[in-house]
């Protein structure tokens, strides 16, 4: 069965969730940007609490049979982006997340989730 862009994010928000990520925000997109339909925005007090947020995102999203297209910023886990397709995870680091503000920037958008 193939997911719907709401159920792979609501898979994200649900996996970030489980692993404890802090203030997690699901925007809608849509008639905002093109660039995706869903963008889930949360963080992680500690690099491997990112760590971790991110690898069960990948997991659940692997077990759906979704391909991720890409993971950058696992390294240094300050910042991770994860690219779904129309789905668009960003995982910071909390002192990343206050600095960048990215919801402040795509303001637009309608919050469809809070965590």
């Given at each position: 069965m193939?997911?719907?862009?709401?159920?792979?994010?609501?898979?994200?928000?649900?996996?970030?969730?489980?692993?404890?990520a802090?203030?997690?925000?699901?925007l809608d997109l849509r008639g905002v940007s093109l660039v995706a339909d869903y963008?889930?925005?949360?963080h992680g007090n500690s690099d491997t609490?990112?760590?971790a947020i991110v690898t069960e995102i990948r997991k659940r999203a692997h077990d759906?049979?979704?391909t991720i297209k890409g993971i950058e910023g696992m390294d240094s886990a300050r910042w991770v982006l994860m690219d779904?397709?129309?789905?668009?995870v960003h995982v910071f680091h909390r002192d990343e997340?206050?600095?960048?503000?990215?919801?402040r920037l795509w303001?637009?958008?309608?919050?469809?989730?809070?965590v």
């Open positions: 193939t997911l719907t862009n709401e159920q792979l994010m609501q898979t994200a928000v649900d996996a970030a969730n489980d692993k404890k802090m203030n997690i925000v699901a963008f889930v925005i949360c609490q990112v760590q759906e049979g979704v779904l397709g129309d789905v668009v997340r206050e600095y960048y503000n990215i919801e303001s637009d958008a309608k919050v469809v989730e809070k």
